[in-house]
């Protein structure tokens, strides 16, 4: 993958860029330090950079994937004129394995999937419309989250966030991010507790980029400082994104959330999931069965490159964990607010 700049105002919001006949994708492996752009041309190339977590966040990695499939449908279709069906079916083989625990990645694809059976003659149009109808729907989505999830805040809190969900986990705004940053323009927050997020240090390097470039104050915390943090008082939420959200509320997200949820049980503060209606999977009945994603050891071993542990240690690292519904005091989604989740009451808000 080849690193290369742009001359364009680099911001959250557009993370994820369709220029100049390919898609570009701000490099989150490399903020806060550098804001580099990868080039894809293929969906082989996205393939890699979603998996080597250049772009990152559940709805994010489907955006991207959707992108891939309209390059996808380019190539092949150069490629192999009226043939052009059968050769995509790799590509989007190819996409669906990059990680496997967002479910917005197998939704995505299952859309585009879906729109290709209609389409007569070259199909890189049709589906570079969808993938930007995606991507804009998905900013859409976020600002409605933002208002839903804002009203439950009552004025004055401090809230704890983890991991990264802002602008650059979606198409814009964020999730729980994007919660805040309403809540914080209404005049309800008014100072941001953000984990750091071990091992990748999303909450370090990319929440605390955001929410800095926001003017919106933040603390950063070791991950294990957020129970005495609960304890000292004035923390109104806990407010985190998901990856996938089973049919009966149990959540999967960031390594570290279950054990905020259970903090956030113990210290009477609420713990609120924000998610597109793309991540609650109807076809997952509980978290059990939500395939959990684990990578390197290195990432656990080293810090920024640098080997940070003893030498002969290994290392567990699952990149994320189920927070079980009876923890989850509120899923809010673009379509309204889901109070304490169990399987009728997710149903019913699919199903309005
Ligand atoms: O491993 P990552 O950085 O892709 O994990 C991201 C998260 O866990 C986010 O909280 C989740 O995708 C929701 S993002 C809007």
């Known amino acids: 993958m080849r690193s290369l700049t742009l001359d364009v105002a680099v911001n959250a919001d557009s993370a994820i860029l369709w220029h100049d006949d390919a898609l570009h994708l701000l490099d989150q492996r490399r903020l806060p330090l550098r804001e580099l752009f990868i080039r894809c ?5 996205t393939a890699v950079a979603i998996r080597a977590m250049v772009v990152r966040g559940a709805p994010a990695i489907g955006i991207a994937a959707a992108y891939g499939v309209a390059l996808a449908a380019r190539q092949r279709f150069q ?10 079916e790799s590509d989007l083989e ?3 394995e990059s990680r ?16 290709l059976d209609d389409i007569q003659g070259d199909p890189f149009p049709p589906m570079l419309a969808e993938a930007r109808a995606l991507h804009a729907a998905d900013r859409a989505m976020n600002r409605r989250m933002g208002e839903f999830g804002a009203a439950l ?21 964020g999730t729980a991010l994007g919660v805040i940053r309403t809540a914080f323009a209404q005049g309800r927050i008014d100072r941001v507790f953000a984990d750091e997020t071990r091992p990748w240090l999303q909450g370090a390097r ?17 991950d294990g400082a957020a129970a005495a943090r609960m304890a000292a008082g004035g923390i109104g939420w806990v407010i985190v994104g998901s990856d996938r959200i089973a049919a009966n509320g149990d959540v999967a997200n960031k390594i570290g959330t279950y054990a905020l949820a259970l903090a956030a049980r113990h210290h009477g503060v609420g713990f609120m999931v924000a998610a597109p209606t793309s991540t609650i999977d109807p076809e997952t009945p509980t978290g059990d069965a939500i395939p959990i994603e684990t ?11 640098q ?34 989740p169990d399987p009728e009451r997710i149903a019913q808000h699919l199903s309005a």
């Open 295 to 305: 990578r390197s050891a290195e990432e656990v071993l080293e810090c920024a490159g």
């Open 100 to 115: 496997p625990t967002a479910v917005n990645l197998f939704w995505a694809l299952a859309h585009c999937r879906s729109r």
């Open 79 to 88: 490629e192999s004129g009226a043939h052009w069906r059968r050769a995509l």
């Open 94 to 96: 190819v996409l669906a």
């Open 153 to 173: 805040i009552e004025s004055g809190a401090a809230v704890i966030t983890h991991c990264n969900t802002g602008g650059l986990a979606t198409g814009g705004h």
């Open 41 to 45: 041309e293929s969906a082989v190339e």
């Open 206 to 222: 990319l929440t605390a980029w955001e929410l800095v470039r926001d003017d919106i104050p933040v603390a950063l915390m070791a």
């Open 307 to 340: 080997r940070v542990a003893a030498e002969g240690a290994d290392a567990w690292n699952p990149v994320f964990d189920v927070t079980p519904a009876a923890l989850v005091d509120a899923i809010v989604t673009e379509k309204g607010v889901i109070r304490n």
